[in-house]
């Protein structure tokens, strides 16, 4: 099993930016693909990026791409999302998710099996 702690969220004007974290712990990080989604009020969750054990992909919703990066440092424990152009579109919170399956869908929420506690995101315009 794996735990993850998402930090680096917080309150920032549109155009600026955030770099959000997500520290895992209780297993071994690198056999993990590593996930971030989004749930704004009243919607579903929302595929934002993915990476794979090695940091291949990676992939990214249409809505973030050229304005959000994901990055792992496997020595770290830790996968990031790097966030920038930041707009209240953007707002919502923010989960990170892993999955040990070598071969998996990146965009599915329902492919990832372990989810940590979610770090919120408010873009004010």
């Known amino acids: 099993q794996v735990q993850l702690v998402e930090s680096g969220g917080g309150l920032v004007q549109a155009g600026g930016s955030l770099r959000l974290s997500c520290a895992a712990s209780?297993?071994?990080?690198?056999?993990?693909?590593m996930g971030w989604f989004r749930q704004a009020p009243g919607k579903e969750v929302e595929f934002v990026a993915a990476?794979?054990?090695?940091?291949?992909?990676?992939w990214y919703a249409d809505s973030v791409k050229g304005r959000f990066t994901i990055s792992r440092d496997n020595a770290k424990k830790t996968v990031y999302l790097q966030m920038i152009s930041l707009k209240p579109e953007d707002t919502a919170v923010y989960y990170c998710?892993?999955?040990?399956?070598?071969?998996?869908?990146?965009?599915?929420?329902?492919?990832?099996?372990?989810w940590g506690q979610g770090t919120q995101v408010t873009v004010s315009s």
């Open positions: 209780g297993s071994t990080f690198s056999s993990y693909a």
């Open positions: 998710a892993a999955v040990s399956k070598s071969s998996w869908y990146p965009q599915s929420p329902l492919a990832y099996d372990y």
């Open positions: 990476i794979s054990r090695t940091g291949g992909g990676p």
